[in-house]
């Protein structure tokens, strides 16, 4: 069974600083990796994803992540937060049997 | 290019009641799924298809039945409303390996 864990319910960040949301994953075999992100009232956007190759993934909006095999861990980062950037984050895995399993988000709010 | 489109966008429905959800996609994707997603749970996968005439069950299945005649179209049919199916509905669709192309969701109370 798959599965990923999202530690921390909300994070609270000053626009302008550096932004992190966390995420843990359990898989057999090699995941894939995605963040997803949604703004109230909408559906769920992809942010970026890792398959394979290079540990640090870029993707949209600025946002990068950093795939860690021996944590077992995929956490979202942003240099320099933006008060637009306060969403709800949703990290997946999928173990390629294309049953994606989410994590029960992580709400981000960056202050002005 | 419409992508993943859903109807309807909201719902009201009395317990006992069946409906279906619709989804269509216009990519051509093989893989489709629909969640729902309720408060502090995350998205939680329902049922799921991996091309026409095949599907198969996710996490939480029991109320729903799905069906997949075509590539284009994946209906999520809840048989008989209760109270507990009161959730937002997401269907979305992926090519194998790429990421998921969600929908706009329907919003679904039973009362």
């Known amino acids: 069974a798959q599965s990923v864990a999202q530690p921390e319910d909300q994070v609270n960040v000053a626009e302008g600083n550096p932004l992190t949301v966390k995420c843990t994953y359990s898989?057999?075999?090699?995941?894939?990796l995605f963040w997803y992100v949604q703004y109230p009232n909408r559906g769920l956007q992809f942010l970026l994803k890792?398959?394979?190759?290079?540990?640090l993934v870029k993707g949209s909006y600025g946002f990068e992540a950093e795939f860690n095999k021996s944590q077992t861990s995929f956490h979202l980062k942003k240099p320099s937060a933006l008060v637009s950037d306060s969403a709800l984050y949703f990290c997946?895995?999928?173990?390629?049997?294309?049953?994606?399993?989410f994590g029960a988000g992580t709400t981000v709010t960056v202050r002005a | 290019n419409a992508g993943v489109t859903q109807t309807p966008k909201f719902q009201v429905l009395k317990t006992g009641q069946s409906m279906t959800l619709q989804c269509a996609q216009d990519?051509?994707?093989?893989?489709m799924s629909w969640y729902r997603q309720d408060p502090g749970m995350g998205l939680r996968l329902i049922h799921y298809?991996?091309?026409?005439?095949?599907?198969d069950q996710g996490e939480v299945p029991n109320g729903y039945n799905v069906s997949r005649s075509t590539t284009e179209d994946f209906p999520l049919r809840l048989l008989s409303a209760a109270p507990s199916q009161t959730s937002v509905y997401f269907c979305?669709?992926?090519?194998?390996?790429?990421?998921?192309?969600f929908g706009p969701g329907t919003r679904l109370t039973v009362t």
């Open positions: 898989v057999s075999g090699n995941p894939y």
């Open positions: 997946a895995v999928d173990s390629n049997d294309y049953k994606l399993s």
């Open positions: 990519m051509n994707h093989e893989y």
């Open positions: 890792y398959i394979t190759g290079d540990n």
């Open positions: 298809s991996v091309g026409a005439g095949i599907t």
């Open positions: 979305a669709s992926r090519a194998g390996g790429s990421e998921q192309y």
